[in-house]
């Protein structure tokens, strides 16, 4: 809670700086975010948001950013904190614009991620709400390469539950929702088609075409990996990590 109140609290003391409108500020916080000035990015978001409620990129913008930089949280705790809030915005931006893909992709992206910060138990409530969102997401839009990816990391995680969360999730749905790894590829491999340039997609989709021996496909997008441009603070760590499956799977 503090981390998330402490970057709130920097946008709001700079709320009265100049004369901005939100427009205006959305565009500065977008520039700020493909400098990878990500805190930078949350605060003008923020500002814009509180000069017009109702702005919906800031809203989604707020809600992929919560869950981007809850990540890298140093506790669990405080990871989950900032999945809440990502779902908040994520829901007010569907409320805004009920017919516009990204609410629904970044209100999939935070459930996800709060999902799998969760026990076993209390992940299972989330499966069918998440894939209903992402659905959703491409339904209104079948070009989101990061919904796409989305819809792939669902497959991928649904289909290597452990027993006793398939057994939580024949109680809770009556049933196991359709899931597998093949439908993982498809869509990772989907959402590369139309996002060609996101890190956390190759080294994704290169862990499934491992879990599914099909190391030389793995292989291949972790030697291509490092010349994807870096699009997030993420993406330095994402490559450190594929660099390392890579001299672990090459061998």
């Known amino acids: 809670m503090k981390t998330f ?27 700020q975010e493909s400098e990878l000035n990500e805190n930078g990015a949350f605060e003008n978001f923020r500002r814009a948001l509180h000069l017009n409620p109702s702005n919906f990129t800031a809203l989604w913008k707020l809600s992929e950013l919560c869950s981007r930089i809850g990540k890298r949280q140093p506790s669990t705790k405080q990871q989950q904190e900032f999945y809440v809030y990502g779902k908040s915005y994520a829901q007010r931006a569907i409320q805004v614009a009920p017919a516009a893909a990204d ?7 935070a459930m996800g991620r709060l999902a799998l910060s969760q026990s076993g ?7 069918k709400e998440i894939r ?41 749905y009556g049933g196991l929702p359709a899931a597998s790894l093949k439908e993982s590829i498809a869509a990772y491999e989907r959402a590369k088609l139309y996002e060609p340039n996101f890190a956390l997609n190759f080294l994704e989709l290169a862990k499934a075409y491992h879990r599914n021996d099909q190391d030389d496909k793995a292989i291949e ?23 390392r499956l890579l001299k672990e799977w090459a061998e």
């Open 5 to 31: 109140l402490l970057l709130l609290g920097f946008a709001l003391i700079t709320v009265t700086a100049g004369a901005q409108t939100d427009g205006e500020l959305v565009q500065l916080a977008e520039r």
């Open 221 to 243: 997008l972790l030697r291509i990996l490092p010349a994807v441009p870096n699009k997030t603070l993420d993406d330095a760590r994402i490559k450190t990590e594929g660099a």
């Open 121 to 127: 138990k209390q992940r299972v409530h989330s499966v």
């Open 132 to 172: 209903a969102n992402v659905e959703k997401a491409l339904a209104l839009n079948p070009r989101h390469g990061r919904a796409w990816h989305v819809l792939g990391k669902w497959h991928y995680e649904v289909s290597n539950l452990g027993m006793f969360e398939k057994a939580a999730l024949k109680v809770v």
């Open 103 to 109: 609410g629904y992709y970044v209100l999939a992206v």
